[in-house]
């Protein structure tokens, strides 16, 4: 995820690309040198899914309710968002109002830019076969590489390369132009870009998230491909989990794991069917999930994310607190297991943890996890995380240390603004 980004719609292009715009603008422009430069870098898209009124506002596709629905979410006045448009108070106020009107395609893509929007919300459409050909060459390669940034702790980072691609598909969609390779891309970008705003969202938008995957489940189950569609199911059962729908995911879980052939998604499956079992109280369920993840990670070689022991430790953990064995989650907690295979999980470990630590009124050990847990979660813009360690804490009665986490999120949501660049 390191290359640099075009200059005329802001998604990164590859390092190998001597032209400072991207294939899909250099062949709809016809020339680099006729994209339009951008001064300034495009804003997060996160804001998109930061509050239900964002959805209505994008649905509506009129500029000035977009313009004053992006204020209010974010709390910024006219002069403020005059400043990140690089427009005048005055005009910026004409165009909420609807007394001037932008109709000039290079304006409208740097508003849409500037405010991290797709642009084809207002009216910013590329459609031709050069766009179509570049955006199916470099699309599958803009998901693994989103993917990678994710594992590696840089979901934000994720989100902001999924989007352009996920709005483009979706405009051809809407357009009724969906052949299969587009629908196949379209359906990979959509999961990518779910499981990615699963991490980097607050819980009460995390349903946003399960919307995603959700999606990508319908497209991928008419595709047959059994291993993709036991990948969707199963990222949309976890992130149907983290939703607070127990029960649903537990359904798409089961789903998952009937379909799923090699080991490794066979153990991701199941890592992902404990921690629901535990949420839901089910012991029977749990202990049986546990004990087949186990048996598959002592026949084969671990890998990937979910598949490995410290995942395993977390995940026992996380139940035996869930179904009631506090005793055991505490005789637990004082193995340590292997290293975590990304950062997040880092952190989720170190919550877990804390949880069991108060749990067996050990207070000073699970502060000293929680605050590693908030330390962490702040550094890779991970709210959740931080809104989980809070209700540790205030159930836990370490008031000072919820203040602590509830700045830390504070500050978290701010980074994750529209004023920050990605």
Partial sequence: MSGDRCQACGVTISRYVSEPVCPTCSANTGAAGHAVIRSTPIASAIWLWAAPEATTAMATRDLPTILRTYRRINGLNQIALAELLGYDKSYVSMLETGRRAIT????????????????????????????????????????RLAEIARKSGQAVEAVNELWPLVARLEARASEG?????????????????????????????????ARWTGQAVKVAAHLGDPTFYAHTLRMHGNELRKAGHIGAAVARLEQSLELSNEPADQGSTLAFLCRAAGELGDGE???????????????????????????????????????????EAGRLVAVTVGTPSAPQWRIIERVTTGEVLV??????????????????AEQHRLPHQIQRTIRAAIKSGMRQLADEAEAALQRTRWLLGPHRAP
């Fill in 104 to 143: 000039d395609l290079a304006s409208r893509r740097h508003i849409a830019a500037r405010l991290g929007i797709p642009a084809h919300i207002l009216g910013v459409t590329d459609t031709d076969d050069a766009e179509y050909r570049a955006m199916l060459q470099f699309g599958d390669s803009t998901v």
């Fill in 177 to 209: 132009r969906m052949e299969r390779d587009s629908l196949v891309l379209l359906a990979h970008a959509r999961v990518a870009l779910g499981v990615s705003l699963g991490t980097v969202l607050p819980e009460e938008r995390l349903s946003s998230a």
């Fill in 359 to 376: 749990a067996i009124e050990e207070p000073s050990a699970a502060t000293e996890a929680f605050t590693e847990a908030i330390e962490a």
């Fill in 285 to 327: 369920r749990f202990d049986a999930a546990l004990r087949h993840y186990r048996c598959l990670l002592d026949r084969n070689t671990f890998s990937g994310l979910l598949f490995q022991p410290f995942t395993l430790r977390e995940i026992e953990l996380r139940g035996l607190l869930g179904t009631g064995r506090v005793l």
